[in-house]
């Protein structure tokens, strides 16, 4: 239901967009984050918005960051600029979507983001 892209090798001070479609039954997602997870660390949240709201956003990338939807595509973004090593991670999306039937949450697959010289 969620496929994210746009991950890759970057160097420090660099910029990415990753990208998380959503197919199949969609009628609204209510809800979208983003999250990471570098080597030997847990699950962290980068990045949230829900319809109507404000996006929220984890200190560490709070300024360098931004999240974002396009509706019509039933896509969201994550829009990452000013890159550190330390943004180094898996990142996965995942949203809280309407299917017609009822809300049910979804994970994408993960994205690796290298940044390194």
């Known amino acids: 239901q969620l496929q994210a892209s746009g991950g890759g090798l970057v160097q420090p001070g660099g910029s990415l967009r990753l990208s998380c479609a959503g197919s199949g039954n969609i009628f609204r997602i209510n809800s979208m984050g983003w999250y990471r997870q570098a080597p030997g660390k847990q699950r962290e949240l980068v990045a949230s918005s829900t319809t109507g709201g404000s996006p929220n956003y984890a200190d560490s990338p709070k300024g360098r960051f931004a999240i974002s939807r396009d509706n019509t595509k039933n896509t969201f973004y994550l829009q990452m600029n000013s890159l550190k090593p330390e943004d180094t991670a898996v990142y996965y999306c995942?949203?809280?979507?309407?299917?017609?039937?009822?809300?049910?949450?979804?994970w994408g697959q993960g994205t690796l983001v290298t940044v390194s010289s």
């Open positions: 995942t949203a809280n979507i309407f299917d017609g039937l009822g809300y049910v949450d979804y």
